[in-house]
């Protein structure tokens, strides 16, 4: 009777030491989260872009001309942001602008819009709201609230900058336009994305793929 109450204490006392491994475990990554003071992500910095292929879509309008590409695959987004962006239903457009000579141009009403080959348009998302999706995307809820504010500062640095004037002695900008899929959906292989870009003397229309 005693050796079967022993026995059975033992195992009473085995199975809660491996809920505390169990819990410390998975608490473990969740306290390296919070406890981490850098981003969220490791992501490049922007300085570090290099400059679209030859080959990448291009407008030209005169004053100035348009090239784009898109980021169609997840490596290349983790080789930047070090996150999945397909998954959360995101598609970055890589967007140069170049001078062509002449005076500033202004792009304050300079808007992007995307569709592809069903004729289904993406809608452009704002970098704040993309954001949120990659870490709903992701499963991140539980995080340092310095690290969101480095991520997202990071991550902003590609915003294609639209507000200032684009002068010759610039001579070439570029960034990212962010468009969300048509059901929010993660991205998967999209076929015939043509870009169309408004808001100057005359509209232009890329095809991205």
């Known amino acids: 009777m005693n050796s079967n109450k022993t026995t059975g204490s033992r195992r009473v006392r085995a199975r809660l030491v491996l809920r505390l491994v169990t819990r410390a475990a998975l608490a473990a990554p ?21 400059r679209l292929p030859d080959n990448a879509a291009t407008a030209n309008l005169g004053p100035v001309s348009f090239r784009a590409a898109p980021l169609l695959t997840d490596e290349e987004s983790q ?9 959360a239903g995101l598609l970055p ?3 140069e602008i170049i ?3 002449g005076a500033s141009v202004e792009l304050k009403k300079v808007r ?18 993309a954001i949120a999706r990659i870490l709903k995307a992701n499963g991140i809820f539980l995080y340092n609230p310095d690290s969101r504010k480095t991520f997202e500062k990071e991550f902003r640095a590609y915003e294609l900058d639209l507000k200032a004037p684009l002068a010759e002695a610039e001579r070439r900008r570029q960034g990212f336009v962010i468009f969300l899929s048509p059901k929010k959906q993660p991205v998967a292989s999209p076929h015939g994305l043509v870009l169309t870009v408004k808001g100057l003397s005359q509209p232009a229309t890329l095809n991205l793929n």
């Open 112 to 129: 992007f819009h995307l569709h592809d080959n069903s004729g289904t348009d993406w809608k452009p998302i704002s970098f704040k709201k």
């Open 30 to 50: 969740l306290l390296l989260t919070l406890g981490c003071s850098g981003s969220l992500y490791k992501v490049k910095p922007a300085s570090e872009l290099a």
């Open 93 to 95: 457009v890589r967007v």
């Open 99 to 101: 001078h062509n000579g």
């Open 79 to 87: 080789e930047l942001f070090e996150s999945n962006l397909h998954l």
